[in-house]
Every structure is written in C-alpha cells, then in structure tokens.
C-alpha cells in the first residue's frame, strides 16, 4: 500500500513552539538552515525513488526561492504552508484568506503548478478554526491535511475521523486527510511524524504503519521538517517544553527517516487524495464524515 510522505518546508527558526523568543522581524538575521537540510533530503529522497509532498511556508519563497524551484524540479509536489507560520485559529478570515492567497500564488510561481493542498501551521485547523476549510475551496485547494484528530494544548480535534473524509462548505467540497493516529482502547496517539516519530522507537513507527495498512486497511500520512534531519542547527532560546520537543532525537532522525522510506512505499499526498476511496458512513468515528459548514462571515 502507498502512504503519504509529507513535509513541511520551513526554517528551524519558523517552529511556532519559538514565536514568543524570536519576533517575525528577526527571522531573517537568522542563520539559515533550510537549503542544506531540504538538498539532504532531496538526495535521500532521490536514493530511494520516493516522492513527496512539500507543504512549503511562502517566507522561505520569498527568501530563498531557489529551494522551492529544487523541490519542484526533482518531481515533488509543492502545496502551502502559510505565508508567515501564522496560526489559523489567530487569524480573522479575512487574514487568513489573504495570508493563504498571496503565499499559494508566489508557490505557483515558482513550481509552475497548481498548488492544491494545505497544511495549516501548528495543525491550527480546529473546531475553532473550521471556517478556514470554506476559505481554502473558494482559493481553489482540493485537499487539507490539518487536523489533528487527537486531544492536545495547542492543536487537535479529539472527536474528528481519523480517515480521510469530505468536507462540504457553502463554497463547494473538500478532502480532509487528517493526521495519523493509532487508536486502542478508545485512546489516541500520533507515532508517525514530528516529535512522535523522532522520540519513539523506529521499531514501534514501523509496527504502526504496518497495522494501520494492513488491519485498518487504510495508508498513513508521514510529517517531518528538514530540520529535524539537522542536528547541528543552532540552538534556539525557548521554553523547557518546547526545547525538548524540538531538540531531542535530532541526530538519530536521518537514519530511522532513510529506514523509513525503504521500508515503505510513499507518494505525495496530492497523488493519493486523488485515488483515496471515501470510507462510507459506516464508520464508528463520533463524528460525521460528511461535515456541512456555514458560510464565512469576515
Ligand atoms: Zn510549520
């Protein structure tokens, strides 16, 4: 079974876990990191014959395009990642949808394509947040990999479907491809991506995407920054909490990411959102596959 790599295009300096230590004005004087770890990936990428799907912040096309042309020229998809890493629960609709257009036009500037997926920062597309999906139709997006069907402080949607499902808004529909869970004994827990995949055992992220694919019988979606295959970024000033997030696990993460990508087979997202079957309203998920939303009032 094919399962989505996805990759979230950014600096380690853009990781909202630092907003409150290093102003947005400050981003620039940093030492970047982003073409050296993102050209390492690529080659590991092309090593195994995978591809993937870049979700890219519009600050690193603005900044240094050449990474996202690279990205795009060795045959990967480039879909948004914001423009400026802003949380979409912190924007009015009307900031989120100039944010989200200006960001998706200098993506398709530079990759040549049209850019049809989204990838909230921070996964901040939430029950607060919903109205944002209606934004991304009317911008033209088909598919959003958002929300994050888990309990958290600062993301999620507990009571979401964990498979993909269709969301329908006034402006038209969309295909939602939550972020991947395990689910027992009615607990859920990421394993597959960020954090959770530097810090748990490869072992153990192997073993899971092996269930989900074969006992669920559904493909899982795969999330990693390429500075998290950088262990020797600078580090950054930041809470306990969110320095041990982001730095631990740093070294081992090339190694289990390059056992990863031969152990499976993955696609970009956009690729498998066209192919995916909609499971049908059979599911035992608490809430509806087919979500209805109003309209956007700014
Ligand atoms: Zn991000």
Redesign the pocket.
Known sequence: MKNALTI?L?DYY???AFNDFLAQDKWSSQQSRVAKSTNLLLDSLEEAGCKATFFT?GWVAEHQPQVVRDVARRGHEIAC?SLR?RTVYEMSPKEFRDDTRRAKELLEDLSGSPVCGYRA??FSITDKSLWALTILVELGFSYDSSIFPVLHANYGMPNASRVPFRVTTPAGSILEFPMTTLEFAGRRSPFCGGAYFRLLPYWYTRWGIRFLNTHENWPVCVYL?PWELDPDQPRMAGSFSSRFRHYLGLKGTSVKFRKLISDFEFCPLGILAKSIPIRSSQTTDPIPLHLELPAVTN
């Open positions: 979230d950014e853009h990781v909202s912040l990642h890493h920062p921070s920054h």
